[in-house]
């Protein structure tokens, strides 16, 4: 699933949209998902936003199964803020990948999908 943000966001609209994978009509449990952050104006989410959006996505784990995540950014604040979201997640580079294009993010997820386990 790709999930692509644009314009002005802020902690909220993270939030919304991380809630509403499990939520979408072709989810399935476990399904990777690709951010793409490459439109998205962070300037208004800062560290404290990036700790409380790891927080909120780790609690939407069990409805979401093993999956892996790869954020799309190429540079600048998003790229800083996304490395930063990937350190605090703590989920290690099987799972989550800082990617900057949607080509080479696409490939990591093919790849992962093969080497981490999956709930059955």
């Given at each position: 699933m790709i999930v692509v943000l644009v314009g002005a966001q802020n902690l909220e609209s993270i939030m919304r949209a991380m809630a509403a994978i499990p939520c979408h009509p072709e989810f399935e449990h476990g399904m990777d998902?690709?951010?793409?952050?490459?439109?998205?104006?962070l300037s208004r989410v800062g560290s404290d936003e990036v700790r409380q959006s790891v927080d909120f996505a780790r609690a939407l784990d069990e409805r979401r199964g093993i999956h892996c995540t790869a954020l799309v950014a190429p540079a600048?604040?998003?790229?800083?803020?996304?490395?930063?979201y990937g350190v605090r997640a703590d989920r290690g580079e099987d799972t989550m990948q800082l990617a900057r294009g949607l080509d080479t993010a696409w490939?990591?997820?093919?790849?992962?999908r093969q080497a981490v386990p999956r709930e059955r």
């Open positions: 998902t690709v951010w793409d952050l490459r439109s998205a104006d600048g604040l998003a790229f800083g803020l996304s490395r930063r490939s990591w997820t093919r790849e992962s």
